[in-house]
């Protein structure tokens, strides 16, 4: 798993990771075009995405596009802040958007090949003045908590540096450029 900020480089990192891996590699993208800057960030994405992976435009059924990617092969889910924007936008309560992270990321713990996640970490700023923006900022906190628990190696990625996440107890979770499901 890859957290950090907007900007921070996760996805360039992701894309990296995953092209080391070896495999076959299958995108996982959450985000929706529904206004035209989100259709230049969409493009700018695609455009950095080597030609020959496979690509899943997947908002909602986020299990399910990770359950089709072959075993063996590599899986990159961008993003969980998006997956979680798109499922709290149709409706879904806080129960179900947690109980669908769990599920997903013990797939993506469970299953043969690399997975990596990538996901902001918005909880760093100021308390939202609205309910509507802390309960999808306590929500996703609550999703990257369950993603990184299940993670064989999650990487806090800040100004496009990694920084090597420690679980309770004080082991190491991380290497760099080694594989951060």
């Known amino acids: ?11 360039a990192l992701a894309l990296r990771i995953a ?13 929706e075009a529904l206004d035209e800057e989100m259709a230049l ?11 020959g992976w496979a690509t899943v435009e997947e908002p909602l059924e986020l299990g399910a596009a990770l359950g089709a990617v072959p075993a ?11 997956w979680v924007a798109n499922m709290v936008g149709v409706g879904e309560t806080d129960g179900a ?15 043969i090949g690399l997975v990596v996640t990538v996901s902001n970490e918005v909880g760093w700023g100021i308390v939202p003045a609205d309910p509507a923006t802390r309960r999808y900022r306590d929500l996703l906190g609550r ?13 806090l990625v800040v100004a496009g540096c990694v920084l090597l996440l420690q679980r309770p107890g004080g082991t190491a979770a991380a290497v760099p450029g080694a594989d951060p499901r």
Do not use: W, Y
Not at 1 to 11: I, N, Q, T, Y
Not at 19 to 31: E, K
Not at 44 to 51: D, I, L, M
Not at 72 to 82: E, H, Y
């Open 19 to 31: 092209a080391d891996a070896g495999a076959p590699v299958t995108f996982i993208a959450t985000a």
């Open 72 to 82: 063996g092969g590599t899986a990159v889910v961008d993003c969980l802040t998006m």
């Open 41 to 51: 960030r969409v493009a700018e994405h695609r455009a950095g995405r080597p030609t």
């Open 97 to 111: 958007v947690l109980l669908a992270a769990e599920q997903v990321a013990a797939l993506a713990s469970e299953r």
């Open 143 to 155: 999703v990257n908590a369950t993603f990184a628990a299940a993670a064989e190696r999650p990487l």
């Open 1 to 11: 798993m890859l957290v950090g900020g907007a900007r921070s480089g996760k996805s």
